[in-house]
């Protein structure tokens, strides 16, 4: 799989620190959130402290927590999920932290509302979105009136600031795969006709807010990330943008308002994000915002993700020598895997030393605990 080449190209594309704000990583590995809904009551306990451990462990230079929701009724969607508010469910994320770091990593927690896909037959507050309607165009839950924009927006950045407080390393604000935030920035969801709906820089408008609020509330060199998608879970086909003059007016007021590094979520990062250039969607992502980007999707696996974790049951390992040509052409900076270190935590150790031959295969089965 690997040869000598290879191997000193992974070194030295991988192996390169980043800096983001204060932060420095020490290599361009990161481990992608993926929700594993292993903390009963919202609190994550230490089983989750040592899963993320493992990772950092294995050489990750970023670990990106599972989503987790900020404190609004809500924002809530599916059981077992981490909270990010509450006394226990802060104190638990604290020892996550702490275990990251002693084992030498660095890590963001990503914060979560989940927006439209909170079934409407959840105990609590009805589900909100920007027009009360789903992914489908059906009505579900409520639109959010100005009121409820201004409390969810409180609500990021005081889960923004909670994180710094308690020793994360910067967050990663949730704006994609049909989720609250995204649903403001897809027309297929966002009908509104005041100043949140409309055209690209309005849909764009709720995202900026919650930014923009997050800068303020953290230090001025705390990282914040964006994740971003085109597709929708269960709408592969979705798009916020057609050409790239319309994604960069949905980009614009988000690095305006002081996000550090966009990460571009793709099922294949290799695949081209518009016709007439190969460059993928964090390509783009960083070329029209000038920050740093993130790529993400099916990174070393020979069978394609194809929609949620549990759907692809198994995988092969593959090589990164696409992935590493894109990272030598300086198309994005930092390189996400999901599933390939849910199965191993030693895939970025592998990946920098060209051992991806010994690396543990993905099977969904895996899903089934902490490994």
Do not use: C
């Amino acid at each position: 799989m690997a040869t000598p080449s290879t191997d000193a190209r992974a070194a030295r594309l991988l192996g390169r620190p980043l800096t983001l704000g204060d932060l420095t990583l020490r290599n361009r590995i990161a481990m992608a959130a993926v929700t594993r809904r292993f903390s009963p009551g919202g609190v994550p306990g230490e089983d989750v402290a040592a899963y993320y451990a493992r990772r950092a462990a294995g050489a990750a230079g970023l670990v990106i927590t599972e989503g987790t929701y900020i404190g609004r009724e809500a924002a809530a969607a599916y059981t077992r999920v981490p909270h990010f508010h509450g006394d226990e469910a802060l104190a638990g994320w604290a020892r996550v932290a702490e275990r990251v770091h002693a084992a030498g990593g660095r890590i963001m927690p990503q914060l979560w509302h989940t927006g439209v896909a909170r079934a409407e037959a959840s105990p609590g507050a009805p589900a909100e979105g920007p027009s009360g309607v789903d992914l489908d165009g059906r009505p579900h839950g409520g639109a959010m009136t100005l009121d409820d924009i201004d409390d969810v927006v409180r609500s990021f950045a005081e889960a923004a600031a909670t994180a710094e407080r308690i020793g994360f390393d910067g967050v990663e604000l949730h704006g994609a795969h049909g989720y609250l935030i995204d649903t403001f920035l897809w027309h297929g969801t966002n009908t509104r006709s005041d100043a949140y709906g409309g055209d690209f820089a309005s849909r764009a408008r709720f995202a900026a807010e919650i930014a923009a609020a997050v800068r303020a509330a953290v230090s001025p060199g705390f990282p914040v990330l964006f994740r971003l998608s085109q597709w929708k879970t269960d709408h592969y086909d979705a798009r916020l943008a057609e050409r790239p003059e319309e994604l960069e007016q949905l980009l614009a007021p988000l690095a305006a308002a002081g996000v550090d590094a966009f990460h571009a979520s793709t099922r294949r990062y290799w695949l081209p994000e518009f016709e007439g250039s190969d460059l993928n969607l964090a390509g783009w992502v960083k070329k029209l915002t000038g920050r740093p980007s993130i790529t993400v999707g099916s990174v070393g696996l020979t069978q394609q993700f194809n929609g949620a974790p549990g759907r692809t049951q198994r995988s092969g390992v593959s090589d990164i020598e696409p992935l590493l040509d894109r990272m030598e052409r300086d198309e994005f900076d930092l390189v996400a895997v999901a599933r390939a270190i849910v199965a191993d935590p030693e895939w970025p150790a592998k990946a920098l030393t060209g051992r991806l031959d010994e690396a543990v295969p993905y099977d969904a089965s895996l899903l089934d605990a902490l490994v």
